[in-house]
């Protein structure tokens, strides 16, 4: 028979033959989600399993985002402590102060004087009785300065600094964004954990779905050979795996996005109630609407692509016998 | 329809199942294959179905050698093959209708075109009226019918059959063999393997003998055996 012609001995146009192709291929899905249907236990715990497998990855990586938009908004409040000699007195820090104010680049310049600095000591370390006993302040004056938003985008602030060191009263100039540089160190280091640890889930959910294909193709050993014996080639044979297996991977993506969200949910609040009390209005972000999609994608790849190794392992075996 | 040219099997550890077997079998005929178990009966049929690879020799099929079909090939030559089994090999959870359809599914066939061929095909063996019912609730008798059916509904040029019969009482033997003869008289060339050798004497057509392997004996249609026994 010439492969141009259909089984019916009339030949078909190309539209046709896509038609019927997509009609095959709709019969799969369809037969695939009955199949899930008639075993709901079976298949809600395989589902259950890829869907936890990806919302780790999925929760840790939205942790690290949270992280670094947090730490963002600690970036943009960037100041400098400068501490003036011991012995410049009060009125010279404030026109030191004043001069500051003018520069280009500099935002506010905040005084904070000797005394001010050992009040607050006094009352924010709990040394107070201690400190009593001190004759003279042994701290010096201070200027707080924050450089503008402009200077900072353009990348000018360690020049700033510079330059506010080599002024004569300055004794020591302090960033305040040490600890934000080491915070964000630390945040590229779980961001690297959290891309191996997805990777070794992506494993594991290969293998789940594999696994669990492997045992549906071994259920149905004799059907498939008997399919092969009357001419059922071995895509014919797959197909109806392969949308078994993505199926499995877009109910998990789903269930995936759904614990995310519920986490987060569940976090809302006392986040918000921490940030209250530290007079942020931090809100914690969720996953965005493309990051949900990867999410999806993600899973109907990786079902797909175990059950399609699976298939093609195990049917490969399958000959006939009679 | 089919020529062996010295063809032999080894499997791998045993004995040899053909050995140098040269055989031919003209389009139009319906041919016994009989012998005892072990005769090499079946590794024929599975050589005919790429089931198996001779070990050395040529299968030549419909005019094509089989040794050039590949394995992926092996499913597009399947589907011009009728086979029917002992066990008939049906899906014991699809209707008789399902099982009948099933070859015309594979082949991608429309939904209108294959009910036609499938009731056709059913109506051709007599079960109609049980298209609904799935296998179990049918007699051995039927379930063998329903086979042939599926072996059927591709109107294939050759049909082989294994032991169709063996499961069977000679009433619905007789019955079963009624109806390879009458695919054979619309053209369909037939290879029956059977030990029935009562019931394939009343048939009076071709008979071939194999034993260890070997071409014992082969009759002209209804004529007396020839060969050395």
Redesign the interface.
């Known amino acids: 028979m010439a492969r141009s012609k259909n089984p019916r001995g009339g030949k078909i146009g190309i539209p046709g033959r896509m038609l019927g192709y997509l009609l095959r291929h709709l019969q799969n899905l369809l037969g695939a989600l009955g199949g899930l249907w008639r075993q709901p236990l079976a298949s809600l715990m395989t589902v259950s399993v890829i869907g936890i497998a990806l919302s780790m990855p999925a929760g840790l990586h939205l942790m690290v985002e949270n992280g670094r938009a947090l730490s963002g908004g600690w970036e943009s409040t960037l100041e400098w402590s400068v501490y003036l000699r011991p012995g410049v007195s009060e009125s010279r820090a404030q026109t030191l102060a004043n001069e500051l104010q003018r520069r280009p680049g500099i935002e506010k310049v905040t005084v904070i004087t000797a005394d001010q600095a050992l009040e607050e000591f006094r009352i924010g370390s709990g040394f107070g009785e201690a400190l009593e006993l001190l004759t003279d302040n042994p701290l010096p004056n201070v200027l707080v300065v924050q450089p503008s938003a402009d200077a900072e985008s353009a990348g000018q602030t360690t020049q700033l600094a510079d330059e506010l060191k080599k002024l004569g009263d300055v004794d020591l100039v302090q960033l305040d964004t040490a600890w934000v540089n080491r915070f964000h160190a630390i945040l590229d280091t779980v961001r690297r954990a959290v891309a191996l640890a997805s990777a070794v889930l992506a494993l594991g959910v290969l293998l789940i779905v594999g696994n669990t294909i492997r045992l549906d193709i071994l259920n149905r050993r004799q059907e498939i050979e008997v399919a092969k014996l009357v001419g059922a080639s071995d895509a014919f044979i797959r197909r109806p795996f392969l949308y078994h297996g993505l199926l499995y991977g877009i109910g998990g993506g789903i269930l995936a996005i759904a614990l995310v969200q519920l986490i987060g949910f569940l976090l809302k609040e006392p986040v918000s109630r921490v940030a209250g009390l530290y007079g942020s209005d931090y809100r914690l972000l969720s996953l965005a609407l493309d990051e949900a999609g990867l999410l999806l994608l993600a899973g109907a790849a990786l079902g797909w692509l175990g059950s399609w190794i699976a298939a093609s392992r195990h049917l490969r075996d399958m000959d006939p016998e009679f | 329809m089919i020529r062996l040219e010295c063809v032999s099997k080894r499997y791998p550890g045993g004995s040899e199942a053909l050995s140098e077997l040269n055989l031919t079998i003209e389009k139009g005929e319906m041919v016994f294959l009989t012998g005892h178990s072990g005769a090499g009966k079946?590794t024929l049929?599975?050589l005919l179905?790429l089931?198996e690879r001779p070990t050395r020799g040529q299968v030549i099929v419909n005019g094509q050698n089989t040794a050039k079909v590949s394995r992926?090939r092996i499913?597009?030559?399947?589907?011009?093959i009728g086979?029917a089994?002992?066990?008939h090999?049906?899906?014991l959870d699809r209707t008789v209708f399902d099982n009948v359809a099933?070859?015309?599914v594979?082949?991608?066939?429309?939904r209108r075109?294959t009910a036609r061929r499938v009731r056709a095909a059913i109506d051709q063996v007599g079960l109609l009226s049980k298209e609904k019912l799935l296998p179990m609730a049918l007699s051995t008798g039927e379930q063998q019918r329903v086979g042939i059916a599926?072996a059927v509904v591709?109107k294939p040029d050759l049909l082989i059959a294994?032991e169709p019969t063996g499961n069977l009482d000679p009433d619905l033997s007789l019955e079963i063999m009624n109806l390879f003869y009458r695919f054979n008289e619309v053209g369909v060339t037939l290879l029956i393997a059977s030990h029935d050798i009562e019931l394939i004497r009343r048939m009076g057509r071709r008979r071939i003998v194999l034993h260890e392997g070997r071409l014992q004996a082969d009759s002209e249609a209804g004529g007396q055996l020839h060969g050395t026994i």
């Open positions: 079946s049929l599975k179905a089931i992926r499913p597009a030559y399947r589907r011009k086979m089994f002992q066990d090999k049906l899906l099933l070859p015309l594979i082949a991608g066939m429309g075109e599926r591709t294994d």
